[in-house]
């Protein structure tokens, strides 16, 4: 009473001893890489590694020993494409190696045959969820106003800009995984990587370190990262460790919604509100991931 809480990590932070997940080394350990798709839309012909393999290990949908989905509110999302891309920079190939260098310069040829992407919600005819809350008669309400006004607004995506980037590094251990990383959500993260990987929830633990900011921006994705690294880490037998730079996370992560917003306001000449009807559409993009709990709140 009568004075300020201490944060429970400022003295950590302030002082340099909170380590965060690129701080963190396991002996043995390799860097991991996604390779994705630089096309919105279209589907795989072929893949060509075109570096020589020696000391890599390379891990496509084939090597999943579970399910290829990331499973969260519907599985839709494959965490390695198959056949078909559906958004730019979707992942299609991990790979590995304990240089990091060597592991950049790794070259990687995809191609495609190209199909038109939809961009624009309002024209496409697939509808992920729909939710309708409806109080009082809003039409008789309505049609009692003195006036109406209406409008529509629109909103872009935004990038959650947290300081640190998304990064994991996942252990093999005793048949199972235990994957170290920055996120907002350990049991989203623990789920699917059960899914992903075929494993009991007793071979799977996801431990969160210090996560330099978040802001929504780390509940559902470290899911696909945690499963790339584990399943890199799985084949190789060794500790892989993926941390995003500051473009790939920006490119390849999920944002904040843009929306489409319609509003029609019933109101009264002493400025009294009496009814809205108010539309809201959301470009959710691919696959539905969290939409349908942005969309609820």
Known sequence: ?????PRKDAAAKTTGAARYVDDLHFPGMLYGRTIRSTIPRGRIRSVRLDF????????????VPGRNVVALIVDDQPYLAEREVRHLAEPVLLLAHEDRE????ARVEIEYDAEEPLLDPEASTHTLKTLRVVKGDVEGAMAGADLVVE???RTGHQEHVYIEPNGVIAVPEEGGVTVYGSLQCPYYVHKALKSLLGLPEDRVRVVQTETGGGFGGKEEYPSILAGHAALLALKSGRPVKIVYDRVEDMVAT???HPSVIR???????D??????EIDVLLDGGAYVTLSPVVLSR
């Open 1 to 5: 009473m009568g004075r300020s809480v």
């Open 52 to 63: 020589d393999p020696e000391g890599f290990t390379v891990v496509d949908h084939r090597d």
């Open 102 to 105: 060597r592991l950049l310069a």
């Open 151 to 153: 409008g529509t607004y």
């Open 254 to 256: 999920t944002k904040r």
């Open 263 to 269: 509003h029609r306001t019933g109101v009264m000449r």
């Open 271 to 276: 400025g009294r509100l009496v009814t809205m």
